[in-house]
């Protein structure tokens, strides 16, 4: 097994790092940000710009934003850059005339920077659409920051056995997982009783059931702690983000449903807790800026000097919990029971949701819509008797495939159907 792929709680199958693997980093690591004219890969790239002389940018990657990503890949004087969108290559290569960047568009070019050799990759494409790219860094054996939650979710158990095969190291770097992740080297996995994962509770946390029906666009995007793209804000508004980050938490570090419990905390400073067999409850905080997780990612084994405001407890004051209400918000109760279905369920779970999601900001169904596609498409998937482990990326892709179209053949049904 290489370096990175150590024991997991004692567990041969597994790719997350915990306990007593300080492998030595190199002097300069190579690195590559999928997704880098997005949030996560905004505060990645603030990140290895305070650190130029400890990094070196093998690949960046974008969907359409091409002056974006020739802006960055010029900056930081990367070998590749690849734009998803295959009718803007012409424009890359402009954009990057003079240097000596090498660039490439589509879905394949995507994959390209993700396979080329470096030591570190940052899966923060935003959707399913980064499962590929981020098994193409899996399969060479990387070190791999997965911000890119969707992937896993769709990918389930099989992403993380590929990434334990193939002997890469997956370092979570959404902040409630990666609090998990600091937190649970504090005991063994016989020692575990549960983790927690804590949620802001988004914009319609005190609201009446009526008005998150009607809830806007706009109201939508409005998160009150985290500043993020578009599609996780709604997640968060709907707390879908907390049932894919459920699901996230069993598939990344092996626990079943009954093992992960969320409490709304809505000053977003604890991320997440681990309790033990002796009731200890071990906590990591922090203020809500996704550079404290992502520069765990960034130097571990060991820890750097982030940019990010101390946390200041008195300032803050009170730090204030309270039990999810799977009532308003049903999404987190589907994301449960796709996770108990399993066998593909919660790859439905996600494809409904993105297009649910998609649909919302095309202004086709109202918000509370989103969760009834979701139910919908999982009770028909679930009807037609599709039940089956998946065994392969290519089930994982064809499930999601067909997930999407079930979903979307739904839509117009739902968002004629009143509440
Ligand atoms: P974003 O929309 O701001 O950025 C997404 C990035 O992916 C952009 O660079 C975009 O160009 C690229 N992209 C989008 N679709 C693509 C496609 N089809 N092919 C190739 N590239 C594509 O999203 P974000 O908020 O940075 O989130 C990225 C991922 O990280 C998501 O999975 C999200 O759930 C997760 N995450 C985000 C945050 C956050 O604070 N933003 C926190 C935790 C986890
Ligand atoms: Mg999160």
């Known amino acids: 097994m290489a370096s990175g792929a150590v024991l997991w709680f004692g567990e041969e199958m597994s790719a997350v790092p915990l306990r007593n693997n300080k492998a030595a980093a190199s002097a300069v690591r190579s690195v590559t940000v999928l997704g880098a004219t997005g949030s996560i890969g905004d505060s990645t790239m603030d990140l290895l710009r305070g650190a130029r002389d400890r990094y070196r940018v093998e690949a960046l990657t974008a969907n359409s934003n091409v002056q974006a990503l020739a802006g960055l890949a010029r900056e930081f004087g990367a070998r590749f850059a690849a734009i998803a969108d295959p009718a803007r290559l012409s424009e890359l290569k402009d954009a990057l005339a003079g240097t000596r960047i090498e660039c490439g568009a589509g879905e394949s070019a995507i994959i390209e920077a993700a396979a080329r050799p ?14 590929k790219p981020a098994l193409a860094a899996v399969d060479r054996g990387a070190t791999v920051a997965l911000a890119n939650k969707e992937c896993l979710v769709c990918a389930g158990d099989f992403f993380m056995e590929r990434a334990a095969r193939a002997g890469a190291c997956i370092l979570p770097a959404d902040s409630e997982h990666n609090a998990l992740f600091q937190a649970l080297s504090s005991g063994n996995r016989e020692e575990l009783e549960r983790v927690i994962i804590t949620a802001s509770g988004g914009p ?8 998150i029906e009607q809830a806007t666009l706009e109201q939508a995007l409005k998160h009150p702690n985290w500043s993020m793209g578009q599609k996780i804000t709604i997640d968060s508004a709907s707390m879908m983000n907390k049932g894919l980050e459920v699901i996230e938490a069993s598939y990344l570090f092996a626990l079943s449903p009954d093992e992960i419990d969320v409490l709304v905390h809505p000053q ?6 681990v309790e033990f067999s002796d009731r200890s409850v071990v906590a990591q905080l922090g203020t809500p800026d996704m550079r404290i997780p992502i520069a765990h990612c960034l130097g571990w084994p060991d820890r750097i000097v982030g940019p990010s405001v101390k946390l200041d407890l008195a300032k803050i004051g009170q730090l204030t919990f309270e039990a999810p209400d799977y009532g308003r918000f049903p999404g987190l109760r589907l994301a449960y029971e796709a996770l108990r279905t399993g066998n593909g369920a919660t790859t439905v779970f996600n494809a409904a949701n993105e297009i649910a999601v998609a649909a919302f900001i095309a202004g086709k169904i109202r918000f509370g819509a989103i969760a009834r596609l979701v139910e919908a498409t999982i009770d028909d998937w679930l009807r037609s008797g599709n039940l089956a482990p998946l065994d392969s990326a290519d089930e994982a892709i064809s499930v999601d495939h067909n997930a999407r179209n079930r979903a979307a053949a739904l839509l117009p049904q739902i968002a004629l159907k009143a509440t």
């Open 118 to 131: 470096a030591d570190w990759v940052m899966a923060a494409v935003s959707g399913a659409a980064g499962l």
């Open 268 to 273: 977003s400073i604890v991320h997440g807790m």
């Open 204 to 211: 319609f946390r005190t609201w009446a059931p009526a008005d």
